[in-house]
T-cell receptor, first 108, second 113 residues
């Protein structure tokens, strides 16, 4: 079977750092993606990891450990506009499979 | 120019009706998808097409029939709509093994009454 698990909800304070975890068990692996989705909008691409390690892109970083089937998305200097759902997705051979998504609420 | 466009954005219809959602991408991608996002916001893959050929059908009821006239278009036709079909349907496209993942359309909010 295919499983991609994330926490359902998280809250954080403006200016803080938050880490959103994702664990996966899939029959194939060709990369892991993180997407951001604001309410009522389409998911948009944030990051891609295919090798182990940390990828940094501005305030957002994503980490991957293939041996552990684990990834996290790190958001620094949180802003109110970062309140959204964050979706972990694994590219499995020929399709992109999404996790359940984590709804992040940022408070002032 | 919108990369992945789908129409309509909103669709309200009665149970038992047949409806279609259209999707077009101008990115030159080889692969297109249909995803269903339910009220719990879980994004579940329904179909995947590569160069007009169906490669994935994720145990979707056969009331749902995708059609790809060419690799830039993937339409979704739904027969005999049921209340449980109410959801947001997203079309997406990607290039094989792309490091940018999939690009999504704006979504079609289908409400069956």
């Amino acid at each position: 079977g295919q499983n991609i698990d994330q926490p359902t909800e998280m809250t954080a304070t403006e200016g803080a750092i938050v880490q959103i975890n994702c664990t996966y068990q899939t029959s194939g692996f060709n990369g892991l993606f993180w997407y951001q989705q604001h309410a009522g909008e389409a998911p948009t691409f944030l990051s891609y990891n295919v090798l182990d390690g940390l990828e940094e892109k501005g305030r957002f970083s994503s980490f991957l450990s293939r041996s552990k089937g684990y990834s996290y998305l790190l958001l620094k200097e949180l802003q109110m506009k970062d309140s959204a759902s964050y979706l972990c997705a694994v590219y499995n051979t020929d399709k992109l499979i999404f996790g359940t998504g984590t709804r992040l609420q940022v408070f002032p | 120019d919108t990369a992945v466009s789908q129409t309509p954005k909103y669709l309200v219809t009665q149970m038992g009706n047949d409806k279609s959602i259209k999707c077009e991408q101008n990115l030159g991608h080889d692969t297109m998808y249909w995803y269903k996002q339910d009220s719990k916001k879980f994004l579940k893959i329904m179909f995947s097409y590569n160069n007009k050929e169906l490669i994935i059908n994720e145990t979707v009821p056969n009331r749902f029939s995708p059609k790809s006239p060419d690799k830039a278009h993937l339409n979704l036709h739904i027969n005999s709509l049921e209340l449980g079909d109410s959801a947001v349907y997203f079309c997406a496209s990607s290039q094989d093994r792309s490091t940018s993942g999939a690009f999504f359309g704006q979504g079609t909010r289908l409400t069956v009454v």
